[in-house]
């Protein structure tokens, strides 16, 4: 019966040990903003810090040029109330990073009074800035692209006093605004944006957002010729030139990187000198890291101070260093693997430190900030929390009038059952239960498991 009774026992601590959710991730809620060039366009995201959300962030980050430019369009032609000149997008990572629906749905909105702020106290990066009136979009991730802002857009137009805001459940209700008039119009947008010199003014980079994507080029000021780059599409490194320690190269090389290859142009030799992203490592684990992170998703570039030498150095998600180096011999045009392994990381950043490795100096500003957040109300110390909500403060004091302070929360959204739909956050919230619930099942049967035994042991 002892014998029985133990094996019972242990069965039931493998099944329960077995049931626990194994794959829970430990991440850090984040969040990263963007200015349009022309400051009409400001996006705050908020996500977890390993999610797979550069690509992304590449890709949006290359299309605020074309959407400020329809902002300022729809304006112009009387389209969207010019009372309110900005558009503040939010966007929250719910579970997937590509979903769309079926978690929170999208409002549209515009409220009298937003600011952009900085969410982290203690690393303050900028001073609040009011951005007074703006049109509103808060969506799910999934939804930042192009062609869905667009339509959102559009939808817009049917804000007014009395229909204060529109909320998109289904790709039904986005339809709506890709149907449209005038989508297919702004779908197939042509815009120039301003030129880049490079530091000795003999070339300049020409930034186009065209069939829905950014493209750079080269243009030389002294023969008026305009090159086309290789390998045009989304920019996991934007066009770069060479460190200002190495004026030797100005003017001669220029480095940026597509979506599956690096690229260094030698401009005098009008020669491409290419490495593909889709690397392959002979350790497992660093080969298991390099899927889990799908990948390089930017690829940042140095030259070495004295040698005639280009690195081409690969990040994944989150900024996480992918543990190899490639160099580039310009002297030969050939490519060098470095040394790959864990102490890699320390020697690039010891090398960047002594100056050893110089980094190249990037042709197009980057626009990406970090820990940001979008308030409806002015900034104070205090309501700059990393998660936040924005709602008109017009309609928040009329639905509470007996409230000191008008509350930052959105109008509540529910399921079909009446319940309540969890946040980023709160979505954690019944998984690490699961856990916690499993966790207080095993120790029960553990101590069964010991009292069974040390019951034997003392019979025996």
């Not at 579970?95 to 409220?111: K, N, S, W, Y």
């Not at 186009?208 to 750079?216: D, P, S």
């Not at 002294?222 to 190269?249: A, C, L, M």
């Not at 992170?293 to 570039?301: C, E, L, M, T």
Request: glycine content about 4%; overall charge negative.
């Amino acid at each position: 019966m002892l014998k029985k009774n133990r094996n019972y026992a242990i069965l039931i601590m493998i099944i329960l040990i077995l049931s626990i959710p194994l794959q829970v991730k430990a991440t850090v809620p984040v969040s990263s903003g963007y200015e349009g060039p022309e400051s009409i366009v400001f996006i705050s995201m908020h996500y977890e810090d390993m999610s797979a959300i550069e690509p992304l962030q590449v890709k949006l980050e290359q299309d605020l040029i074309a959407l400020e430019h329809v902002f300022k369009t729809l304006q112009t032609e009387g389209k969207l109330d010019s009372d309110y000149p900005r558009l503040a997008i939010i966007a929250s990572k719910y579970f997937e990073v590509d979903r769309r629906f079926g978690t929170i749905p999208t409002v549209l909105f515009f409220t009298n009074s937003a600011t952009f702020v900085c969410n982290n106290p203690d690393l303050l990066q900028f001073e609040p800035r009011g951005l007074g009136p703006a049109y509103v979009i808060h969506t799910n991730t999934g939804l930042l692209n192009y062609s869905d802002i667009v339509a959102m857009m559009l939808l817009m137009s049917e804000l007014s006093d009395q229909s204060p805001n529109i909320t998109i459940s289904n790709e039904e209700d986005l339809d709506a605004g890709k149907m449209h008039i005038d989508y297919e119009r702004l779908m197939n947008l042509n815009v120039k944006h301003e030129e880049y010199p490079d530091p000795t003014g003999e070339y300049r980079i020409i930034a186009e957002w065209r069939a829905q994507a950014m493209h750079y080029l080269l243009l030389d000021m002294q023969d008026n010729v305009v090159h086309d780059f290789k390998s045009p599409g989304i920019y996991k490194g934007t066009p770069s030139w060479p460190p200002v320690e190495r004026p030797d190269f100005h003017g001669r090389i220029l480095a940026y990187a597509s979506s599956d290859q690096a690229i260094i142009y030698d401009i005098v030799k009008e020669r491409y000198h290419t490495l593909n992203l889709d690397f392959t490592f002979e350790d497992p684990s660093i080969q298991e890291l390099f899927d889990i992170y799908d990948g390089v998703q930017r690829v940042r570039f140095a030259m070495h101070s004295t040698e005639n030498k280009v690195y081409v150095l690969p990040y994944a998600a989150n900024a996480f260093y992918i543990s190899a180096v490639y160099s580039l011999d310009l002297d030969t045009g050939e490519w060098f693997r470095e040394l790959e392994n864990y102490t890699l990381i320390s020697e690039v950043w010891e090398n960047i430190y002594n100056a050893v490795w110089i980094s190249f100096i990037p042709a197009v500003p980057d626009r990406k900030i970090l820990n940001v957040d979008i308030l409806s109300e002015p900034w104070a110390t205090g309501q700059n929390a990393p998660k936040f909500n924005i709602e008109d403060e017009q309609a928040v004091i009329e639905e509470q009038p007996n409230e000191p302070e008008p509350i930052l929360e959105e109008e509540p959204v529910t399921t079909p059952e009446n319940e309540p739909i969890l946040d980023e956050e709160d979505a954690d919230g019944p998984r690490n239960a699961q856990v916690y619930l499993w966790l207080l099942l095993i120790i029960p049967v553990a101590g069964l498991v010991y009292l069974i035994l040390k019951k034997g042991k003392k019979r025996s």
